[in-house]
């Protein structure tokens, strides 16, 4: 019912996110995640609408595959590419994404990943002291006017 608030004795019917149902069949099935990697990149690959049509009515054509070519039917129909854009992200990761900034004290050239723990360290102290200097009025105020 809309309207209507949740509490002990009002839940949903269906609770929780929905299962993968993905996962599932990779679970029950005999592939291995390279095996459905390669089989993603493969229907990704293919060339024209009649082709997938083909592939769709063989009866060799595996449940997994056949389910997958006919969303990205309907996508074509519907002018989407959703389901190839999953099917991809998954066949080969999805793409590095970029973060831009204006903070000042952000330096988009340190790869931190390549960093030592003390290292990393040493930068966390460099941060903090920097923010701390930078916002001198509000540490006062919140260290009631007493300076470390």
Do not use: H
């Amino acid at each position: 019912m809309p309207g209507k608030q949740f509490s002990s004795e009002y839940q949903p019917e269906k609770n929780g996110r929905k299962k993968n149902k993905l996962k599932d069949l990779i679970k029950k099935s005999e592939f291995s995640t390279q095996d459905i990697r390669a089989i993603f990149a493969n229907i990704v690959a293919v060339d024209t609408v009649e082709e997938i049509g083909e592939l769709i009515n063989d009866p060799r054509t595996n449940f997994l595959i056949k389910a997958y070519l006919k969303a990205m039917l309907k996508d074509y129909s519907k002018g989407k590419t959703d389901t190839v854009d999953k099917l991809i992200e998954y066949a080969f990761g999805k793409p590095r994404q970029i973060i831009e900034t204006t903070n000042k004290n952000v330096n988009e050239n340190i790869d931190y990943s390549k960093k030592s723990t003390a290292e990393l360290k040493e930068r966390k102290k460099q941060l903090i002291k920097q923010l701390i200097e930078d916002n001198k009025d509000i540490v006062k105020e919140i260290t009631d006017g007493k300076e470390n």
